[in-house]
């Protein structure tokens, strides 16, 4: 029941947060004392940080191989991997405790533990970000993912809220019938399904809909929105936990009240970012580096928050592109790959572009697309090659390119064999 208090406590101070217009100076200085306190109790906890550190630059950067090989040593209970994939079997429980996992379908699954209090915690700050306004009322909430985890069980417990998961491995088709009498108000879902769902013209009115767990390409956004009929929102969110929401002004901001940022820079103004989650004190991610590559908007936006803006999360740093060239090996981003093919003709709706080998890649494009559109993508992409200085082998592929709920979409892909690679 105590734990249950976190929910309403967590949405308050983020309510709050967002209406307070600290600025962005003093809300550093706010983050800066909560990451202190943590520093100084919750991260000395765990076995892989028993030397309490004055300083988070104090701290070895972490990632996902690391903490997967030692996982035992990134949680209070001292849990390892193969226990918690062992209790994904049968439930989410351990104990007291909450266990879950990522979709892996991006090929490497990842796992968490969290208590009932930062569970309950979780639930609060993503209510007041993407719902705050709409609780007056009953709320029915679809979540539509390959993987539901007991993070969604407590929106439950909560009054004015239901929430359904559905299972898309299940099929859009059969999913149908029951998200249709669920009726719900407000969905959250892959842009993939959401896409699939608006060209289906599936009998839906919801009042929010929100993209989240694979990157919403600006393709998908116009479909979506006219097929929907609302303007689409982004929930920016890992197995590492929440990382961003975007506002009622349609701004991507950071989940920094609960999350501390760190950004390395990778080039073409994009970034990576390291995270440590301050608000979290069963497994503790401290300096751990994410695969994304993100783009920050330095301007200020008219919501008020101090929190960070992204104009565009771009996709996975290891989604780039490695192109041999006279001047050495190249990282072509998958932005400037996609805007490439998709600005070459307004007939391209989607498609699919992966490097296979060194200095050779396969463009994946509808049978259906006309010619002249085919050949527009592959005189395009020649261009942005040469001017690079790069010779590419370009394979133009037509094909039929289906919805696959198997594993996460990746328009651009960078598929070349650890063997072979550049």
């Known amino acids: 029941m105590i734990a249950k208090l976190h929910a309403p406590a967590s949405f308050i101070a983020t309510r709050r947060l967002s209406r307070a217009r600290l600025g962005r100076a003093r ?11 943590w520093l100084e109790c ?88 993407t719902m705050a306004d709409l609780l007056l009322r009953q709320q029915r909430v679809a979540i539509l ?31 149908r019938p029951g998200l249709e009498a669920f009726d719900p108000t407000v969905i959250v879902a892959p842009p993939k399904i959401l896409r699939a ?3 289906s013209a599936f009998s839906l009115q919801p009042k929010r809909v929100f993209s989240a767990a694979e990157t919403l390409d600006p393709m998908d956004r116009p479909i979506i ?26 701004r991507l901001h950071l989940a920094e009240d609960s999350v501390h940022f ?38 200020p936006c008219p919501c008020g928050t101090p929190l960070q803006s992204v104009s565009e999360i771009v996709g996975r740093m290891d989604d780039c592109f490695q192109l041999r060239s006279s001047r050495g090996v ?26 296979t080998g060194p200095n050779v890649i396969t463009l994946s494009l509808p049978e259906t697309l006309a010619q002249e ?19 590419v082998k370009i394979a133009i592929k037509p094909t039929t390119l289906r919805l696959d709920v198997s594993r996460k979409l990746r328009r651009v892909e960078y598929s070349v064999p650890a063997e072979v690679c550049p």
């Open 27 to 37: 809300f550093v200085q706010k983050q800066e004392r909560a990451m202190k306190r």
């Open 225 to 250: 929105e006219a097929g929907i009929g609302v303007s689409l929102g982004q929930i920016y969110m890992a197995t590492e936990g929440l990382l961003g929401v975007t506002c009622r002004h349609g």
């Open 145 to 175: 993912l390959p993987r539901g985890t007991g993070l969604y069980d407590s929106a439950n417990q909560i009054q004015r809220l239901q929430l359904k998961f559905f299972d898309v491995t299940q099929g859009l088709a059969d999913l």
């Open 373 to 391: 559109a085919k050949e527009a993508a592959r005189l395009r992409l020649e261009a942005l090659f040469k001017q690079r200085h790069l010779e």
């Open 42 to 129: 919750a991260v000395p906890q765990v076995p892989a940080f028993t030397d309490k550190p004055h300083r988070l630059a104090d701290l070895p950067v972490m990632n996902k191989a690391k903490l997967m090989a030692s996982f035992e040593r990134y949680n209070t209970a001292g849990l390892t991997a193969e226990e918690v994939r062992s209790a994904l079997k049968n439930g989410d429980r351990i104990g007291r405790l909450t266990v879950g996992a990522s979709t892996g379908t991006s090929g490497n699954q990842g796992l968490f533990v969290i208590s009932d209090a930062e569970r309950f915690r979780w639930l609060g700050s993503i209510l007041a970000k």
């Open 262 to 299: 760190e950004f390395e820079p990778v080039g073409d103004g994009l970034v990576t970012p390291l995270i440590s989650s301050f608000r979290r004190d069963t497994q503790i991610l401290a300096r751990y580096r994410m695969n994304d590559l993100l783009r920050l908007d330095p301007n």
């Open 197 to 199: 769902i608006s060209e």
């Open 330 to 355: 190249q990282m072509l981003t998958p932005d400037v790959l996609r805007n490439a093919v998709v600005m070459a003709d307004h007939r391209i709706t989607d498609f699919r572009l992966i490097q």
